[in-house]
């Protein structure tokens, strides 16, 4: 990272959860639990693992400025906030766009947004979207639907490992994703023709819109499966920043790396396990369970409540 950031890991991630928290109590509501469970991959990530140039947008985000063509000169995509492309940079591409909160946090923690960026946060007319796209912060492509993330990024990775650039590519999704077609497709495609400079960071909280994944559509043995289709899957603790580490340093030759970071929805807040399994949008019912939650793991968060009062 061209960007100096004298933040450990741990408080990158510990920065994360609060200022989701923060933000959810501030709004009534948000995508809580994908803090809990993303804080410590998104901080490897973003503090250790991404190689990326210093930001070509504004630290302050910008409107949206209309979709891309070639009549709008003034489109952009959210991945000026991971600098400019180049061979020697990575590109980071954001699958699951309802974890743009956490993304968002995320950028401000190691200082590639301004430090009052989320006051944007899903006002008319602006870019920093409760629903990612492409033009919001950190968000290079639209991936929604699920699953449309790693079809595009492994397709950016094939055209840079024909072109010889050494810079990877790298993926963020949740588990729910491996319910689609497309992400099996795309493992198949990518195995045959020997991706191997792709890097697949997988959030497993075994949580989803309609509450406990294995209610849903249990994955079964994912690791196994993701394996049986041709790539080097490790799977983790997704709370040990020395397991990712390690996981991110075992690539194989002609094969896509799938990280499966096994986490918990309420890691850091367990005051949110009274909720399980409701927990993929957090909002409140009545102003005591506001004043419950907030009491609660404001402490958890050693979160002064003046902080949460500053709207």
């Not at 980071?92 to 960026?117: K, T, W």
């Not at 602006?126 to 397709?155: D, F, K, N």
């Not at 990280?259 to 367990?270: Q, W």
């Amino acid at each position: 990272m061209t960007i100096a950031n004298k933040q450990t890991t741990e408080d990158v991630a510990a920065g994360i959860r609060r200022r989701v928290f923060v933000h959810t109590m501030r709004n009534n509501g948000g995508y809580l639990s994908q803090a809990c469970s993303a804080a410590e991959s998104l901080a490897f990530l973003y503090n250790e693992a991404l190689v990326l140039g210093e930001p070509t947008l504004p630290k302050t985000p910008l409107p949206f400025a209309g979709v891309p063509s070639s009549k709008n000169p003034d489109a952009f995509t959210g991945a000026g906030y991971h600098g400019a492309f180049a061979p020697e940079y990575d590109r980071f591409i954001v699958s699951p766009a309802h974890y743009a909160l956490v993304i968002y946090s995320a950028l401000i923690q190691v200082g590639r947004m301004d430090e009052n960026a989320l006051d944007h946060f899903n006002r008319d007319g602006g870019s920093v979207e409760m629903i990612g796209a492409e033009h919001s912060p950190g968000m290079e492509v639209t991936t929604g639907s699920l699953a449309q993330g790693l079809s595009m990024a492994s397709g950016i990775a094939w055209a840079r490992k024909r072109r010889g650039e050494p810079g990877k590519v790298w993926v963020y999704m949740s588990d729910g994703e491996f319910q689609e077609g497309q992400t099996w497709e795309c493992l198949a495609a990518m195995s045959y023709h020997g991706i191997d400079n792709i890097r697949v960071v997988v959030d497993v909280n075994r949580q989803q819109c309609d509450g406990a994944m294995s209610s849903v559509l249990d994955l079964g043995d994912l690791p196994a499966r993701i394996a049986s289709f041709g790539a080097t899957c490790r799977s983790i603790d997704g709370h040990d920043l020395q397991a990712f580490r390690a996981a991110a340093n075992s690539s194989e030759a002609r094969r896509p790396l799938v990280i499966l970071a096994n986490t918990s929805p309420y890691e850091g807040m367990p005051f949110l396990k009274k909720r399980f399994p409701r927990l993929h949008y957090v909002r409140f019912k009545s102003a005591e369970e506001r004043e419950e939650m907030q009491t609660a793991i404001g402490t958890e968060l050693r979160v002064d409540p003046a902080e949460i009062a500053r709207a």
